[in-house]
Every structure is written in C-alpha cells, then in structure tokens.
C-alpha cells in the first residue's frame, strides 16, 4: 500500500507530466503541461468546461495518445503504453456499473478478468464491501441503489485490484448537492485510508477545496496555479485564478508609492493601501487587486471613516443565503463589488439604495497577475 501523502513528501517517486500536450486539428485542448503528483496525493485538476482538464486525465489513463510530452511513473515512462498495462483504476460520472451483475459481482470484475484464484477473489470483495460500508447490499442490482451507493460501488470496483492511482473524472457531478457533500466527505475518508494517489476532474470549486492535497487550476489547456487549496484561495497568483476558485472583488488602480512590503495607489479619487509581497513598482504602473467578499467590512455611510481604506457606494441587491447576506454595492469610481456578511449577528439594516462605506485591511487582498483575466 502506498504512503499516504504529506506536505513534506519528497518528490522522488509519482506521477510526472513533462510538457504534455494534445491537438485536436487545430484546436490546442491541452498545452505543456508540467505536472508532478506526488504518491499517496489527492491532487485534484479544476477548471471551467473546456480547459482541458478531462482530456488530461485521458492522456493519463492513456485512452488518448499525447501530441507531444511524455508521462513517466516512477521513473518509468509509460506514454506509450496502453491503458490496461499502466495498472490505473478509473471511476467516472455515470458510474459504468454492469447493470445485469450484482454489487458484488461487479465489485469482482476486474479481479475475475485478472484470472485471480476465486478464494483471493472472494477475500477482496468482501475487504472491499467493508471498506465501501455496502456489505448488506452485496447481491441489489445496481438499479435497486441510490446514487451514493452506485457511486460507491463504483470505487470499490475501481481500487479492488490495487491501481497504482485512481482516476475520478467528474464523479459526484450525477448527485444531488446535498448527497455530493456527504458522499464527498467518505471519498476523502477513503483516500485516507486506501493511501492511492487520487487525481479527481471536477469544475466544483466546493470539492476542489474540501478534499484535495493540492489543486491544478486549468484554463485554455495550460495549468494556471497549482498548490494547496489554502495557498491558492489566500494567494491567487492571477485574476483567473481569483475569480474561478471562490468569489472575488476586482480593484483597477494606479501606483503612487512603493516599498518591498506596502504600495500605495490611487482609485476613485482615493489613496488606498496594499500589502506587498516584494513585487516592483514604480509611480503610474497599474495595478489590479483582488479582494475577497468576505473580507469587506460594511458600516452605515453616516459614520465617519477618513481613514484607511474605504469606498463608499449604494447597495443595488441584497441576497439571503441561510447562513450569510450577499450585498452587491455599486461604488464611486470602482464600480460594482459584492460583500459577503454573516447573516445571524449582522446588525445593519440592509436595504436597495442606501448608502455605506466598504473597508478592508492592507492585508485583506492581494496583488494578481491581470494576463488571465
């Protein structure tokens, strides 16, 4: 069994992508692609429809053939070799569970064409029954299933013969949201105590965050950002990259000052503040920052905020969300920009049309790249 995987790991053993890329015609659907998975990870690839995400994960599986790069597993390359060599499970949306064989007769499938002996084969079904938690369900179709058990099914299916790595290719994208979440949460149980290395598709920033080791954020076939869902949320490299993993503010404005740690700029007729990371400015460069909702701050306009960092606007929607309020407020001079409040202890009357004043620590955002805007 794999070494389940850990921040530290060295990255000597894996899964390495080098330069991988795919052309259909014309059509670049993935593009040098530089990639290593670490064993043990659950590294999952996020992005919207057609950024190329599930089309790696095909090369990986070795359904499709790269246009160019190589794929090496352990040191050993396997771009060349066909699927059933590479010793890869795969589970995908629709499940693809036999319809006219039991839970367990599925479950015994890869085991049976593998020309196992029938006791070791009988052995694992049932080790992997326990693991799933389907062991009273061992003889339904799977049409007498719901969808979490079909999916679960599925993944005993895919880790009985013991792949190398498992690949998940949108596989809760058949349920419902609030059995995605449950069925995520025993997905990410089992990764913990199976040790396989995981690579999940999804273009759910949810998943992404809540189950992944690291996540490779994809856009126009090239990985965007890659690193841990903390990392990434706290510290977008781009605005793509901002905007698609959780909800972001845009602010567009131009450098007055900087040093290694702070910048100041100008926005709406306002200095404002910024923390810097050690990038270089100088007076008029341009500058595009991103600013989380939720890290917005909202008081009634009549209270006087001369300093730090403010603007003030008129709230255009407010939307009820159970838990928060999602206030949309159109500023002076920075346009529109969305707050996100907690909904139980919010004391402020929210109503369309009136006037606040937004504020946010220099700390609160963060300096982005605008290429992938």
């Known amino acids: 069994m794999a ?77 060349d070799l066909a699927p059933e060599k590479r010793n890869f499970g795969m589970v995908f949306q629709g499940y693809a569970l036999f319809p006219h064989m039991t839970v367990r007769e599925n479950i015994a499938y890869p085991l049976e064409v593998r020309k196992q002996a029938r006791v070791a084969v009988n052995s694992r079904v049932e080790e992997m029954l326990e693991l799933v938690q389907l062991g009273p369900f061992r003889d339904r179709l799977p049409r007498q299933l719901s969808g979490g058990q079909q999916q679960r099914v599925a993944l005993a299916r895919a880790l009985s013969f013991g792949p190398e790595i498992l690949l998940l290719d949108e596989p809760l994208g058949a349920l419902d949201k609030k059995l995605r979440g449950e ?78 740690t702070e910048v100041t700029y100008e926005l709406a007729g306002r200095r404002l503040r910024q923390r810097n990371n050690g990038q270089e400015f100088g007076p008029g460069d341009g500058l595009v920052i991103a600013l989380r909702p939720e890290k917005l701050e909202m008081v009634a306009a009549d209270r006087n905020q001369s300093n730090g960092n403010v603007l003030s606007g008129r709230i255009t929607d407010v939307t009820y969300l159970g838990a928060n309020l999602e206030v949309t407020i159109m500023t002076e001079g920075a346009g529109e920009l969305k707050a996100v409040l907690g909904a139980w202890r919010n004391r402020l009357v929210l109503e369309v049309g009136q006037l606040v004043d937004l504020s ?14």
Request: with cysteine; hydrophobic share 40%; net charge negative.
């Open 3 to 79: 070494k389940p995987y850990s921040q530290g790991a060295e990255s000597a053993s894996g899964l390495c992508l080098h330069q991988l890329c795919k052309a259909f015609g014309s059509v670049q659907a993935v593009q040098n692609v530089e990639l290593q998975i670490r064993r043990g990870e659950f590294l999952t690839l996020l992005g919207p429809s057609g950024s190329g995400k599930t089309t790696l994960l095909m090369m990986i599986a070795g359904f499709l053939d790269p246009s160019s790069g190589s794929i090496v597993l352990d040191g050993r390359p396997i771009t």
């Open 183 to 260: 069925v995520q949460g025993q997905l990410k149980e089992l990764h913990r105590k199976v040790g396989t290395t995981f690579i999940y598709v999804t273009h759910d920033q949810e998943e992404a965050l809540s189950m992944s080791d690291r996540v490779a954020i994809m856009n126009h076939g090239r990985t965007v950002q890659i690193g841990a869902p903390a990392e990434l949320y706290e510290q977008p490299a781009t605005a793509f990259a901002a905007d698609f993993l959780g909800k972001s503010n845009f602010l567009r404005g131009t450098v007055v000052s900087a040093s290694e």
């Open 360 to 373: 946010w620590a220099p700390d609160a955002a963060v300096i982005v790249n605008d290429d992938e805007a």
